[in-house]
C-alpha cells in the first residue's frame, strides 16, 4: 500500500512539473509567434520601401535621361546623342538590375547583359566599352559588381560635364547638366 501511495505522489508531482513546464514553453511559444508576426510585418514594409524607391529611382533617371537626349539634340552634340544610346537599356531597365542586385553581389554585369542583349547584339560590348575608356570611378562602379555601384554608375552615367559634355562629371557637381 505505501508503494502505490509514493508511486501516486511521485506521480502527481512529475504531473504538477510537466504541467508548469507546458505552461511555460506554451508562453514561449506564444511570445515568438507574435515576434515572428512582427517580423513579418516589418520585413514587408521594407520590401515595399525598397520597391517604392526603385520605382522613383527608375524615373528619375528615365527623365534625367529624356533632359540629357533633349540637351544633346538642342545643342546638335552627336557624342552625346551616342552616350544616351548607349546607356539607354540600362536606365530603361533600371528597375530589373535593382532588384537583380539586391538578391546579391556579382549580378550587376549579368542582368544588364541581358537587357542589352534585347537592345543589339553589340550594345553590351559597346557599353562596356565605354565603360572601360571612361572616367575611373566608372570603372570602379562597374566592377564593385554590386547594387551600391549600380546606384552611382548610373548617376555618373547621366551626370555631363560642361567642359566635355559626353564624360561624367569628376566631383564637380556645380558644373552639372541634367
Not at 30 to 45: F, M, V
Not at 73 to 99: C, G, M, W
Amino acid at each position: 500500500m505505501f508503494f502505490v501511495l509514493v508511486i501516486t505522489v511521485v506521480f502527481v508531482f512529475i504531473s504538477i512539473y510537466f504541467f508548469f513546464r507546458a505552461e511555460k514553453l506554451q508562453r514561449q511559444l506564444i511570445s515568438q509567434q507574435r515576434e515572428s508576426l512582427a517580423t513579418r510585418k516589418e520585413n514587408k514594409l521594407l520590401v515595399e520601401s525598397i520597391t517604392l524607391v526603385a520605382t522613383r529611382e527608375q524615373e528619375f533617371s528615365k527623365a534625367k535621361l529624356q533632359r540629357l537626349k533633349a540637351y544633346a539634340k538642342a545643342n546638335d552634340d552627336e557624342q552625346l546623342l551616342l552616350h544616351t544610346e548607349l546607356i539607354s537599356p540600362l536606365i530603361n531597365n533600371y528597375s530589373i538590375v535593382f532588384r537583380e542586385c539586391l538578391k546579391g553581389k556579382g549580378r550587376l554585369k549579368s542582368v544588364s547583359q541581358k537587357c542589352f542583349a534585347n537592345q543589339d547584339s553589340s550594345a553590351y560590348k559597346k557599353f562596356v566599352a565605354l565603360i572601360v575608356t571612361s572616367d575611373k570611378k566608372l570603372k570602379r562602379y562597374w566592377s564593385s559588381d554590386n547594387l551600391n555601384g549600380f546606384l552611382f554608375l548610373v548617376d555618373a552615367l547621366l551626370t555631363i560635364d560642361e567642359g566635355n559634355s559626353s564624360r561624367p562629371i569628376k566631383d564637380k557637381k556645380s558644373n552639372c547638366h541634367s
